[in-house]
């Protein structure tokens, strides 16, 4: 009896330690041959889930950089990073990069670290297609949407509160419903993305990216505090850059959306330490 309940015992810590490495153990680098990388799910042409598939620019370099760290996309993890969670979730050892539209910031630097940029872009502002709204200055007495935790709320507090009625949700998709439904005069954030959300299907016509950006926002690759890998990501952007394949991507990604990144800006300048 006492040595059948010590050989279960035995057996359950047996199967214990075969489900925590299957599984990555919860700590640590995760599977030695699988990586989880952290994205949007909710920003077509940047990061985006439809089912089991994941498409956008931040996909498809995130998607290059870990091929170049030899990982094959059936070895990558796609976890949903919304621009609140993101600092936490490499902290935490939840994921173990994020390509999610993240701008380098000295604040956030402060306890993650970054590769890149591997691309510029500029806060702007979407609105209905008639409204006359044409920089941060009209916004006054308006309602304005952006989302907690990213810069683009951020900007807004520091530089224009005063007279702006400003509500924080946890994604753009969702800011660009509630101008839909007629309650929101404008959606700020990094044109890119505001030129994705506007593109699709249901929104034809409505709205259109106002298209004077007023910040720089240098899109890296979050990691943890204290990584030693910016250099070798910082070396498979440039080459996807040098490739061809950087352009490519960014074409496919905003193709139909009347988007033209900043060429003064764009493709970055890389060098072989963290941003
Ligand atoms: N790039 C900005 C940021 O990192 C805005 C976009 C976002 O929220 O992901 O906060």
Request: glycine share 56%; charged share 20%; hydrophobic share 10%.
């Given at each position: 009896m006492r040595k059948n309940r010590l050989g279960a015992v035995a057996a359950m810590a047996a199967v214990a330690a075969l489900a925590l490495t299957s599984c990555?153990?919860?700590?640590?680098?995760?599977?030695?041959d699988s990586i989880r990388i952290g994205i949007k799910f909710d920003q077509p042409g940047l990061g985006f889930k439809d089912g089991n598939n994941y498409t956008g620019f931040d996909v498809d370099v995130a998607k290059y950089v870990a091929n170049e760290l030899g990982y094959t996309e059936e070895n990558i993890e796609w976890i949903s990073a919304p621009s609140a969670n993101r600092e936490t979730m490499l902290q935490n050892d939840q994921v173990d990069m994020i390509f999610a539209t993240y701008s380098i910031t000295e604040e956030r630097n402060k306890v993650v670290d970054f590769a890149g940029p591997y691309f510029v872009a500029g806060q702007d502002l979407l609105v209905a297609t008639d409204s006359d709204i044409a920089s941060p200055e009209d916004l006054n007495g308006k309602n304005l949407c952006s989302v907690t935790g990213s810069t683009s709320a951020q900007k807004v507090k520091d530089n224009y509160a005063e007279n702006t009625n400003l509500q924080e949700l946890p994604g753009y998709a969702e800011c660009v419903t509630q101008m839909g439904g007629g309650t929101i005069d404008a959606v700020t954030t990094d044109d890119i993305i505001l030129a994705g959300l506007a593109a699709q299907p249901a929104y034809q016509g409505k709205f259109k990216v106002v298209g004077a950006p007023f910040s720089e926002e240098n899109y890296g690759v979050g990691l943890p505090d204290g990584t030693d890998k910016c250099g070798d990501i910082n070396a498979a952007i440039s080459k996807m850059i040098e490739s061809g394949a950087w352009d490519e991507a960014l074409t496919a990604n905003t193709e139909g959306t009347g988007y033209t990144p900043n060429s003064e800006t764009n493709p970055p300048e890389l060098s072989d330490t963290c941003a």
């Open positions: 990555g153990g919860g700590s640590g680098e995760g599977d030695a």
